[in-house]
């Protein structure tokens, strides 16, 4: 029987119910082009995470798997293996994950959480599962204790209680420790919450529990009794244990150690202050800070390491949190970038009666984690391989690029790989479990991050994982101020002058252009050559906003000019190339004028191999006018040109020539065709707020302004800001951004090109609202620029043959044309002037223009023009430079495939609708209004199986495809309601299917909306769990054996199961089953099938060996009838003769 497909028929219903073509000649050219995309091409899921775990707060260790699970305060999960095998996990009630512990080669992990709930989850599949839940309604957990090989768990609650819980079938025991039972009448308070518990290695029915007021108990549990208690008058921290089982060590609340015989328990055998200053008179040390965590590590051949977390003397002041190893008389104090949540010690062996042989340390900081090597001199560390420092500095930006040129990652990698650091330690990383996923994927796919501290990462995140390839700096085209005192009074942010707000990178000729929150543009060269620089080329442009010169500048010369015509050229508003700074002049008043914001440094600049700076662009102050956020931007390798837009207008540059080819006012583009009534006004008039912040309460918002962007709403200031720092002129009063903006409160943005809103990323609420004092008049007069397309097309309806051009998009929803008349190639291209001349407007869309492309007659995606990269530091009188020079740039334009009659079609998209206009007849042939109630943030034009589409991503959460050219909905999912500005500000589709955005300040979080994809991700996950035997226990010895000095087996399921303890109350716990939905169900389809599969391999050895001991036994039989026959002849031969004939 066929399969019914109900997304087929919603296909044919949106088909015939979609807008119908503004022109008959859409309908006759949709016969033309097939579209080959269904909706059964896509879906939507979760790939895979990657960086470092957002806010941890606990860590686990498999000894034997060899897998780390680290648990943060959002109820996340995170299990490593191998470098490459990483799994994300998320606990349903988002609260905070206290503790963890594995079940030693077993595929399962315990997680106790702050609300009381603890939970199995089963790690033998690719995407683990909770199997048992179990929660606790009358008791606060604290701690949790599973020993080795055992099924029983122990919990120590905030009242002092413990309890036991069967980890196979999550019900409690009836066996409980009463906090009074266990301290008796050795106190007289309560002895206060639970904060150890640890069977004694040589004994497993010796119990000790920690209390946090002081006590330590021994308790027996076969005897139901305490044995010993060890009373300290400083709170107790933790306990570990000597392997012999003989002592244990404890850590305290005064920066002390104390270490006890289990049989003394009057005084601690000794009593260390380790950081504590020691007084000559005999007195007790200076208290210390707390001592949060010891481990007591044994060696066979040496002294044991006591390792701990804090201790430090109080007169520390501003030393940095510290991990200290003591190794028989040695001490080390290591110092750690951040505080220091958790560590654990890795061991040999995972048997706690055998001697330990510690080999690392693992060390969980709040935004790091570190691994040090216990077995080299010195204690180096680690070269950690995960993507783990994504947030070395806050990301401000991301681009994604998927099946992208061949020879990118190789290139970006040999130059990144000089950028490692030495030191580390030559041994393997020691998290070295699972397996890699066999996924057929082979496509080479790069991330590129922008941070605050003025970097650019390339990564390597091709088969879902993550590498960095290479990192640069482009702070080192500046001049640093060594202190605060000593910053310009002409930066325009608070914080991070240098931080990256867009990039724009063009993969085939490798040229890379950013720019930067003080109004700063860096294009740069991809280089194997290491150069100096003697001088920086730069250019600074004045791109005001004034349509009056009633206040002009002192001086003159300062007006904004008429437009500029195709002749005059470049604009008489730029300074031409310099070598520094120009000399700026300020008037006596103290107004600033000709200043660039930042400084660039004057001396010689060593570039190694990767990017070398090509030319520094500045936007400099006007009569006292900071000068406006940069919005939008774009390179073209072919034509040689950088494009660069804010709420004032926009600037060509040929970074060729080093010349600025085109500086205009947005509504000076327009010419004498402008649509709107704008109000002249100098820009001194409107001096921009500093914070960027304002008070909605002025007057109330119409329903239809409550859906709109704010950059289609607050378009009159033009202030960002990302990490509460704020990006407006420096005024006299600061702001600080709050964590959560505020209900009265809005925050405003000019959003800019490829979908990257530079917001702040603390911003956990999303609201916004429109001024009363937001007039219509001031909205159209600052028309921000917010997005560009180089293409050759045509620009006029007239037009017979395809033109270089430049689009322009608008916050207003207007594209204007920018045509570009290029020079011949070669020598003739950096002698003769391009020459630029705007063409007015062609189409008007709802809400700020996001996306343009071009499709070609036939309905296939057509790439800007690119020119092929090339070493631009080649020997000058090499071969090679001058056929590099010579080379043409390589047109991907239709005129070499098709006929000049043919036409184009452009996809435009705004946050509220697309279209797709027929060229050059200017006709709308399709239309389709997104979103009504929302507004789009991201929307790029994707390649993805046999097609391409449409990917946009909307401020209500919702993700949406549609096809090209027709502009059919294909996908729409609701997935993520956009409750934090970083998320918006991060999104990005690219080809293939894949999409990412940063979910937390440290992490990124991939997606996929292919079909394909979400089919083969099984496959490409790495596995967790790999069948690996159990180190043998260690032995006994005949001594120990035979006087009964080894280790004490317990029989625990006599002791705490229902026959012998009884049942639990049933109030005290809730079980919850496991999830029962098809993941889970998928989940444990596949652990069973694992399991059956080891029971399969497990039953073929025992046959194997079953056979082998049968031949065995055949070849005995077989040499025992022979021994036989021979002793029977023998006897024969022998029975007549004497004694005496032998």
Known sequence: MKKFNIRKVLDGLTAVSSPSPSSQLGAKENEFIPETLQSDHFQLCKTVRHGFPYQPSSMAFDPVQKILAIGTQSGALRLFGRPGVECYCQHESGAAVIQLQFLINEGALVSALADDSIHLWNLRQKRPAVLHSLKFNKERITFCHLPFQSKWLYIGSERGNIHIVNVESFTLSGYTIMWNKAIELSSKAHPGPVVHISDNPMDEGKLIIGFEAGIVVLWDLKSKRADYRYTYDEAIHSVAWHHEGKQFICSHSDGTLTIWNIKSPVKPVQTITPHGKQPKDGKKPEPCKPILKVEYKTTRAGDPFMIFSGGLSYDTVGRRPCLTVMHGKSTAVLEMDYPIVDFLTLCETPYPNDFQEPYAVVVLLEKDLVVIDLAQNGYPIFENPYPMMIHESPVTCCEYLADCLVDLIPALYSVGSRQKRQGYSKKEWPISGGNWGLGTQSYPEIIITGHADGSVKFWDASAIMLQVLYKLKTAKVFEKARCKEEKPSTEIVDEDPFAIQLMSWCPESRMLCVAGVSAHVIIY????????????????????????????????????????????????????????????????????????????????????????????????????????????????????????????????????????????????????????????????????????????????????????????????????????????????????????????????????????????????????????????????????????????????????????????????????????????????????????????????????????????????????????????????????????????????????????????????????????????????????????????????????????????????????????????????????????????????????????????????????????????????????????????????????????????????????????????????????????????????????????????????????????????????????????????EMMLKCKDKKWYQF
């Open 525 to 1128: 060269r991809f280089s194997k050559q290491e150069i100096t620089t003697e001088v920086v080329q730069l250019l600074e442009v004045r791109l005001q906003y004034e349509l009056n010169d009633l206040e002009s500048p002192e001086g003159g010369g300062d007006q904004t000019p008429a437009p500029p015509t195709p002749s005059t050229s470049p604009s008489p508003q730029t300074t031409g190339p310099q070598t520094h700074t120009s000399t700026s002049s300020n008037s006596s008043d103290g107004i600033r004028d000709n200043i660039p914001c930042l400084k660039v440094r004057s001396s010689p600049l060593k570039q190694s191999p990767g990017y070398q700076v090509e030319l520094v662009v500045q936007l400099v102050w006007v009569s006292g006018e900071p000068p406006q956020q940069i919005s939008s931007l774009a390179i073209n390798s072919s034509y040689g040109l950088v494009v660069f837009g804010n709420s004032n207008g926009l600037a060509v540059v040929d970074y060729l020539q080093k010349t600025v080819l085109l500086n205009m006012g947005t509504m000076e583009l327009y010419g004498t065709n402008d649509p709107y009534q704008r109000q002249p006004r100098s820009p001194r008039k409107s001096r921009q707020p500093s914070g960027g912040l304002c008070d909605i309460n002025e007057g109330s918002a119409t329903s239809e302004d409550r859906c709109k962007s704010p950059t289609s709403v607050l378009m009159s200031n033009h202030q960002q800001f990302y990490n509460g720092g704020g990006r407006g002129a420096k005024m006299s009063r600061k702001l600080s951004l709050p964590t959560e903006l505020k209900p009265d409160l809005v925050l405003l943005s000019v959003c800019p090109p490829r979908g990257s809103i530079p917001l702040d990323n603390r911003d956990n609420s999303f609201s916004r609202s429109r001024s009363s004092s937001v007039t219509s008049i001031d909205k159209e007069a600052r028309e921000a620029i917010t997005s560009f397309y180089f293409c050759e097309t045509y620009n006029r309806k007239a037009d017979g043959g395809l033109t270089p051009s430049l689009w322009v998009g608008t916050s207003l929803g207007t594209i204007l044309a920018i045509s570009l008349n290029m020079p011949p190639a070669g020598e003739q291209r950096l002698l003769q002037p391009v020459i630029v001349s705007p063409c007015g407007t062609l189409v008007r869309l709802k809400g700020s223009i996001l996306r343009m492309a071009f499709l070609d007659s036939t309905g296939s995606f057509l790439p800007s023009a690119f020119e092929p990269w090339y070493e631009p530091n080649a020997p000058t009188n090499g071969e090679e430079r001058d056929k590099v020079r010579k080379r043409r740039p390589v047109s991907v334009s239709p005129s070499t495939s098709q006929e000049l009659t043919e036409n184009q079609y452009a996809v435009v998209c705004s946050e509220k609708q697309a279209k797709v206009i027929s060229l050059p007849s200017q006709t709308c042939v399709f239309k389709h209004n997104i979103t009504e109630t929302s507004f789009v943030l991201r929307a790029d034009v994707v390649q993805i199986n046999t097609g391409i589409c449409v990917a946009c991503f909307c401020a209500n959460g919702h993700i949406m495809t549609l096809s090209l050219p027709g502009l059919r909905p294909l996908l729409d999912v609701n997935y993520l309601p956009l409750t934090d500005m970083r998320i918006a500000r991060t999104f990005c589709f690219t080809n293939l299917g894949q999409a990412l955005y940063l979910t937390s300040p440290t992490e990124i979080q991939r997606i996929t909306y292919s079909q394909e994809v979400c089919e083969n991700l099984q496959e490409m996950l790495g596995e967790l769990f790999t069948p690996v035997e159990t180190p043998e226990a260690p032995n006994r010895g005949f001594f120990k054996g035979l006087f009964g000095g080894g280790a004490q087996s317990l029989d625990r399921e006599e002791l705490f199961g229902e026959t012998g303890a009884g049942k639990a109350p049933r109030s005290l716990a809730q079980h919850i089953p496991g999830p029962g939905g098809i993941e889970g169900m998928k989940g444990a389809a596949s652990g069973i099938v694992g399991d059956l599969a080891r029971a399969r391999i497990a039953l073929d050895e025992r046959g194997q060996k079953l056979g082998e001991v049968e031949e065995r036994t055949a070849a005995m039989m077989a040499s025992a009838d022979f021994f036989s026959k021979h002793a029977h």
